[in-house]
């Protein structure tokens, strides 16, 4: 994993609003950004990266409130869906969509 840059977190943040999420908040952890977003008046948990051999982008979602709100525990957090794309606009989408996921099943 490698940190995104300020650029792609600026980005990715509009898209979001633009798909409906209410507020997001990241902060710089390691080689990832971590934080909450809330949509349809829910908070989830966040962790966003790159990866280290290509330029794909990948999200973890968490519904479930972790203890720490770090790269490592989320990642090997047994809750949560991965979601993966090339370009930022696929990756919001994507997400948006796990997010449906999630609380129509309660994942």
């Given at each position: 994993?490698?940190?995104?840059?300020?650029?792609?977190?600026?980005?990715?943040?509009?898209?979001?609003?633009?798909?409906?999420?209410?507020?997001?908040?990241?902060?710089?952890?390691?080689?990832?950004?971590?934080?909450?977003?809330?949509?349809?008046?829910?908070?989830?948990?966040?962790?966003?990266?790159?990866?280290?051999?290509?330029?794909?982008?990948?999200?973890?979602?968490?519904?479930?409130?972790?203890?720490?709100?770090?790269?490592?525990?989320?990642?090997?957090?047994?809750?949560?869906?991965?979601?993966f794309a090339e370009?930022?606009?696929?990756?919001?989408?994507?997400?948006?969509?796990?997010?449906?996921?999630?609380?129509?099943?309660?994942?």
């Amino acid at each position: 994993m490698r940190s995104p840059s300020i650029s792609e977190i600026d980005e990715l943040k509009k898209f979001f609003v633009e798909k409906g999420v209410k507020r997001i908040a990241l902060r710089k952890n390691n080689d990832c950004y971590v934080g909450y977003l809330e949509y349809r008046d829910k908070i989830y948990e966040i962790i966003f990266s790159k990866g280290e051999l290509s330029n794909n982008y990948m999200i973890k979602l968490i519904y479930r409130s972790s203890d720490y709100l770090s790269c490592e525990y989320m990642l090997y957090n047994p809750y949560g869906l991965f979601v993966f794309a090339e370009d930022l606009k696929e990756l919001v989408a994507k997400t948006i969509n796990k997010l449906d996921i999630i609380e129509r099943f309660k994942i």
